[in-house]
């Protein structure tokens, strides 16, 4: 049935309800700038009266001259230091283009497949890396494919450091590959080819290692949608997937915050983006993304960043030089490409809602994407909220039963604080976050499908060791939605938005489009893209620049002679004091300039006859009742069967009913379930595919007629010894009584008793539960030991033998 949309504005109250969250957006907005400026105005005058004691004092002292003196002499110097930087970054920027922009990966790596000698031809190439010296990978092991975003820069920054999402997987013994670009498009190139070209990369990952599971498929950012894309148009092809910071839902966000949103309402639609690409001679400038995102944080990217290098010039030389190098590496879609993400993702939200066309006859429903899949979003991220990143789930099923019926497989983890950028470069988030998801892959498809929050602990570990401690609860679309604030009712403004998006593009298509083509040749559109002001402002440091050349002598006399300042000279915290002073007074600025575009947007988009103007656009998919599910024919064929099956059948029943019981799974239980599932018969001898299709059956009766799946399991094992060995291989799993959740104790009785075996009744009801110390003790040992083969909290792996009844059919 059609989604029911969020509450109509032209009820009674149609008026009242915008005009509402209008005056909340003002007054979160008023809130927000009185008590975060004040509260930094407050400490930057403590700051400042703390300054002029200490230099009142040094007066006082006679000391004030000289240390006046030394103050300059330093500053001087690392002015002429840093500006040799920027002359450095400048010249960079020239070596770097003239080498046609080549990725900015920190390892060695190898061409596998050049997406310009494909039949469609793109600028997409497959890159393996080499491992570094004494990091041993293997073929057999599930290989990775990174795919990084194309957003205005260039590649390479989910390998910028050695802890990275490349590292991690290197370190893990995971062969590992890297989808790149060219700087420009091939021509005619459209996001179908370059899904098309990923596709191959994947085959030809396969074709390399056939003894290995399906890959892992990465997407960071503008290449996480790109994942979602791939893997729903070839579900057979990717192994799970990791959407990184990906906007998806775009039209999500809360009021008050995610301005970013408001762009295209504000700004023309597409109307902006295909007339800069008509300027472009049929290119889009990358450039003008970037600047997008450095207006996100002025204070940043347009004075703090710069005051930091300045600060320490010399500790902060080479990491400002390298980030720099991919910042400025400015790369170039055509327009049918960036009229597609701009119509269909971020103003239309076709995606999320599945109405995307990728080209005609190609619809791209991403409830076709058969892997798991891992999304990874932060509350500190403005250029990807969480609302943006988590919302798809909700559009896409009906709910979270639907996702186990489809045998579905979706986690999700929210961070508090990174930053969009963090999410792919931060060391930090490298070997926790990157490094226990690589881990969680290794078992992901042990798990039962579902929707889940991955939650990550930290639990110190032997000799002050530290761990993490992974565990996966069942979530709820309900669960989602109130893991962040959602305004989803705003939504429907963006509908409008859309809707005159889609006329403005017409009529600029057809009655102005052929002028602007027919008047722009190739050298006005080579001078736009050196005048723009992302290029400008940094060639104007390049050696080309005489004024440049002439300061030399300053910077070989500070180089020769640096004269570094006492670090508790007072001129210096006067100098750190100003420096915030200037941060925040642009802070003030994106803040208020922040609350003028949302409260423009609402005053616009905000009321019932925009609502009007949107009405075609804002339609949800359609979707069935959720009580329609259990008459889908594949889950009456399922249930059909309930009571048919054999000692793998049962095993699987038993640890869904089980994990069902629980709520929540910890990944070393799910360790224990993978090395089952691989390792001991019956499981050994099947496929990946019969493994697959067995728990999503399994789960489906556990999802409709978990009493009923409980009682048949007699009839699924039915002499004493098959029941023995399925209690065997389930005790396994679930570890030491000790350890289990009251309800889980209970169910693991009741099936014992159902099997008719009362001493393991008896013996998982006898334990009494662990006190909260010992517990943890227990969860922290589990989590420290391997479970291939090993003993995990107090189980050992039984051995594997040969069943003594047949499989039924």
């Not at 080498?99 to 190439?125: F, I, K, W």
């Not at 009682?711 to 039915?718: G, W």
């Amino acid at each position: 049935m059609p989604r029911k949309n969020p509450p109509d504005s032209r009820s009674t109250d149609g008026l009242t309800r915008p005009a509402q969250r209008l005056l909340d957006s003002v007054q979160r907005h008023q809130e927000q700038v009185t008590t975060t400026h004040g509260k930094r105005a407050k400490q930057q005058a403590e700051t400042l009266a703390k300054a002029g004691q200490s230099i009142a004092q040094a007066a006082a002292d006679g000391t004030a001259w000289a240390q006046w003196q030394a103050y300059a002499i330093d500053a001087v110097q690392r002015m002429a230091l840093t500006l040799d930087v920027l002359r450095e970054r400048a010249d960079n920027d020239q070596r770097h283009e003239a080498a046609g922009t080549p990725p900015v990966l920190n390892y060695e790596h190898e061409m596998v497949v050049d997406g310009c000698t494909l039949s469609r031809p793109v600028n997409y190439q497959l890159l393996r890396i080499l491992p570094p010296q004494g990091v041993q990978v293997f073929d057999w092991k599930r290989p990775y494919m990174i795919i990084d975003p194309r957003a205005g820069h260039g590649a390479g920054i989910g390998g910028f450091k050695v802890d990275s999402q490349v590292g991690v997987a290197l370190r893990a013994g995971h062969p590992v590959y890297f989808v790149v670009f060219r700087q420009h498009p091939e021509p005619g190139q459209t996001l179908a080819d370059i899904m098309r070209a990923e596709a191959d990369f994947l085959r030809e990952i396969a074709r390399r290692h056939p003894r290995a599971p399906k890959a892992v498929v990465v997407g960071n950012c503008q290449g996480g949608w790109a994942t979602l894309i791939l893997a729903a148009s070839n579900p057979d092809l990717t192994g799970p997937l990791v959407v990184n910071g990906a906007p998806v839902s775009t039209w999500s966000g809360q009021v008050g915050e995610n301005p970013m949103r408001y762009n295209g309402g504000l700004l023309g639609g597409v109307l902006p983006a295909m007339l800069m690409s008509d300027l472009g001679r049929g290119e889009f400038d990358g450039a003008h993304l970037v600047s997008n995102f450095e207006m996100l944080n002025p204070g940043r990217n347009y004075f703090g960043k710069y005051y930091d290098l300045f600060a320490d010039v010399e500790h902060r030389k080479e990491d400002f030089l390298e980030f720099e190098r991919w910042w400025g590496g400015f790369h170039f879609t055509n327009a049918a490409e960036i009229r597609w993400i701009v119509e269909e993702l971020f103003i239309g939200n076709r995606l999320a809602r599945g109405e995307a066309m990728l080209e005609p006859g190609l619809p791209v429903d991403l409830k076709a994407i058969r892997a798991p899949i891992i999304v990874f979003a932060s509350r500190g991220d403005n250029i990807t909220p969480p609302q943006q990143a988590l919302n798809w789930i909700v559009d896409t099923f009906v709910d979270e039963h639907e996702i186990r019926v489809r045998g579905q497989r979706i986690l999700y983890m929210v961070h508090d604080k990174v930053g969009h950028l963090g999410i792919f470069v931060s060391s930090s988030i490298a070997r926790k976050e990157h490094a226990e998801m690589a881990s969680t892959l290794k078992t992901i498809e042990a798990l039962a499908p579902g929707l889940y929050e991955m939650k990550i602990d930290e639990a110190q570990g032997e000799e002050g060791q530290e761990h993490f401690l992974v565990s996966f609860h069942d979530r709820t679309m309900a669960d989602i939605l109130s893991a962040v604030d959602n305004d989803r009712a705003q939504e429907r403004d963006f509908a409008a938005v859309a809707r005159l998006s889609e006329l403005g593009g017409n009529l600029y298509d057809l009655g102005v489009r052929p002028f602007v083509q027919a008047m722009v040749t190739q050298e006005f559109a080579d001078a736009l893209r050196e005048a723009h002001p992302s290029r400008a402002s940094r060639k104007a440091f390049a050696d080309t620049n005489p004024m440049v050349r002439m300061a030399q002598p300053l910077v070989q006399w500070a180089q020769a002679q640096r004269q570094k300042a006492d670090p508790s000279n007072p001129f210096l915290a006067l100098e750190r004091t100003a420096a915030e002073g200037v941060i925040q007074g642009l802070d003030l600025f994106r803040d208020l300039r922040d609350a003028g575009y949302e409260a423009a947007f609402l005053s616009i988009y905000g009321w019932p006859w925009m609502h009007r103007v949107g009405a075609d656009h804002a339609q949800q998919r359609t979707r069935r009742n959720p009580e329609e599910l259990r008459h889908l024919p594949e889950v009456q064929k399922v249930l059909a069967r309930l009571a048919h099956g054999d000692i793998a059948a049962a095993v699987i029943r038993m640890l869904v009913l089980l994990a069902d019981a629980r709520g929540s799974v910890r990944r070393d239980r799910l360790e224990r379930s993978t090395h089952v599932l691989h390792h001991q018969e019956p499981f050994k001898a099947m496929g990946p595919e019969r493994r697959a299709t067995l728990i999503g059956e399994q789960s489906i009766i556990v999802e409709f007629e978990a009493e009923r799946g409980l009682e048949a399991l007699p009839q699924l094992l039915k002499d004493a010894d098959s029941r023995r060995r399925a209690m065997e291989l389930v005790r396994f799993v679930v570890g030491a009584p000790e350890e289990m959740e009251p309800d889980t104790v209970t169910m693991l009785a009741r099936m014992a008793q159902l099997l008719g075996l009362p001493e393991e009744a008896k013996a998982v009801a006898a334990p009494r539960r662990a006190t909260a110390p010992r517990a943890r003790a227990a969860v922290a040992k589990a989590a420290r030991t391997p479970a291939a083969g090993a003993k995990t909290a107090g189980a050992k792996a039984p051995a594997s033998r040969k069943r003594s009844t047949s499989p039924r059919n």
